[in-house]
């Protein structure tokens, strides 16, 4: 009988794939770090080609390692960064430039000038984003723009586009799909979330034409079948979602005002908003969920765009950390930060503050100031960002949040949790199974295929591992948060533009 997925989480710095049994239980885990290209300050890209070579290496990893090969698999599911852009060759399936990852403000001028000619409300009323470098859209314009005869091989279909869902599935399926889902084309800049299609308007504003772009279907449904040649028959590909909705849906939050929040390489709270989208006035994003059975569940977003990244640039670029994990007994050699703050704009910043323009920024540096102070202010920066997310997004909703359920790399970091907890003055909650966005992308090729019958099954398999009570004084809390605000102040606008 077929009833496990293998569920593909292909991130920003690492390719992950991991086999479920009907249980939601992990049975077979691989994962494996790609390159960071780097070209310049604020610029981010990826070879296209290390994506697809580890993201194929992992599943078949993960395979080998569940001890029985792809027999007892019923789908396959993706998860996936979302806002990076690949442009490849329709025939030769060739990528045609590095992929530009949603970090990159390689577009931060193009949306400069989009801000200046006024267009900044027609996107956001029909996109629910902010104009912002962040998203795919202007990431396709500069290539496009950039690159000679791009834009007409483009126009004629020779050149296609796809966010690293639809690069994955060209090339599981050998050519055969070119498809997205809602989830994913919500981060375009050129999806129109109230008619749910790809708008014309948007698409003449940008450049970008129709014929580069995937079909969207239903996040849970089948996309294609994958090449016999991959993992020795074909599989079918019956699950696709962003890695932040996926891990929304993977944490069981199927109820509108239930939330969650991901401490990855940035970090990313999202909150059902129900079958209708919530317009935000507080710089938050209105984005698709997911689509299941008919329906398309909303969100509302703040995305933060370093947090465990940080750490990675404590043990890189400074090298006081010799491997990421050791972050939270260095920051526990102190009592408490010191005074120190720690804004990781590092490539700007994200909600709700959107400014490319900011660069990361430490202050309140003393002679007495050690490594554990700054690796102690580089945690606490996460429980920040993610503050100022609750609130506007709490402002937004009109709802007041009992509770926070959590996930990611740094969701085991107990430190970091408990002054989570502590800022935003409400209970943390961390499940048993933190890799909750393979989890939800397999929860949903799992309904297409017969694996899990509806919401109410899957709700079952959410257990908890540990809750985070608050125990921080009001006045403490308060002061702390005055002090972020000030450091995010002084790290804001600070590139010349």
Request: charged letters at 20%.
């Amino acid at each position: 009988m077929r009833n496990c997925i293998l569920a593909l989480d292909q991130g920003t710095t690492s390719s992950r794939a991991i086999v479920w049994d009907g249980g939601g239980r992990a049975i077979a885990t691989a994962q494996q770090e790609f390159e960071q290209i780097l070209p310049g300050p604020g610029l981010v890209e990826h070879d296209p080609e290390a994506i697809w070579s580890s993201q194929l290496q992992v599943a078949r990893d993960a395979l080998a390692g569940s001890g029985k090969g792809a027999d007892p698999i019923a789908a396959l599911a993706i998860a996936n960064q979302r806002e990076t852009a690949i442009l490849w060759d329709r025939h030769t399936g060739r990528p045609v430039a590095n992929a530009i990852v949603w970090q990159s403000r390689v577009s931060a001028g193009i949306c400069d000038r989009l801000k200046a000619d006024g267009l900044e409300p027609v996107f956001r009323t029909k996109t629910g984003l902010v104009l912002d470098a962040y998203f795919s859209g202007t990431k396709i314009k500069h290539l496009l723009d950039t690159r000679e005869g791009l834009r007409d091989r483009a126009a004629r279909g020779e050149v296609l586009f796809g966010t690293v869902d639809s690069w994955l599935v060209w090339r599981l399926t050998g050519g055969r799909c070119h498809v997205t889902d809602p989830s994913n084309a919500s981060r375009t800049l050129l999806y129109n979330i109230h008619t749910l299609d790809w708008d014309d308007e948007l698409l003449a504003i940008l450049g970008v034409p129709r014929a580069m772009l995937p079909e969207v279907r239903p996040s849970s449904g089948i996309f294609g079948e994958t090449s016999a040649e991959w993992f020795g028959r074909p599989i079918p590909i019956a699950g696709v979602a962003g890695d932040q909705q996926a891990a929304t849906f993977g944490q069981a939050c199927f109820e509108p005002g239930t939330a969650k929040n991901t401490y990855g390489t940035g970090c990313f709270m999202l909150m059902n908003t129900g079958s209708k989208p919530v317009a935000s006035n507080h710089n938050l994003l209105t984005t698709v969920g997911w689509s299941l059975g008919g329906e398309v569940t909303y969100c509302l977003e703040g995305s933060v765009f370093v947090a465990g990244a940080v750490v990675q640039w404590l043990r890189d670029g400074l090298g006081v950390l010799g491997k990421s994990s050791e972050v939270e007994t260095l920051a526990a050699t102190v009592d408490d930060n010191g005074g120190v703050y720690f804004v990781p704009a590092l490539v700007g910043l994200g909600a709700p503050y959107w400014d490319s323009y900011a660069r990361g920024t430490i202050v309140g540096i003393t002679r007495g100031t050690t490594a554990g102070h700054i690796a102690r202010a580089a945690l606490e920066s996460m429980a920040h960002q993610t503050r100022d997310v609750l609130d506007a997004m709490q402002n937004d909703a009109g709802i007041r949040l009992r509770g926070l359920k959590v996930d990611g790399g740094a969701s085991v970091n107990n430190l970091l949790m408990q002054f989570q907890a502590d800022l935003l003055g409400v209970e943390v909650r961390r499940p048993v199974i933190s890799e909750t966005t393979a989890l939800g992308a397999a929860y949903l090729a799992g309904l297409a295929t017969g694996v899990w019958h509806d919401l109410a099954d899957l709700a079952r398999h959410w257990t908890l591992d540990r809750a985070f009570l608050p125990k921080m004084s009001e006045p403490t809390r308060q002061t702390l948060v005055r002090r972020w605000q000030e450091a995010v102040r002084r790290s804001r606008d600070w590139v010349e533009h």
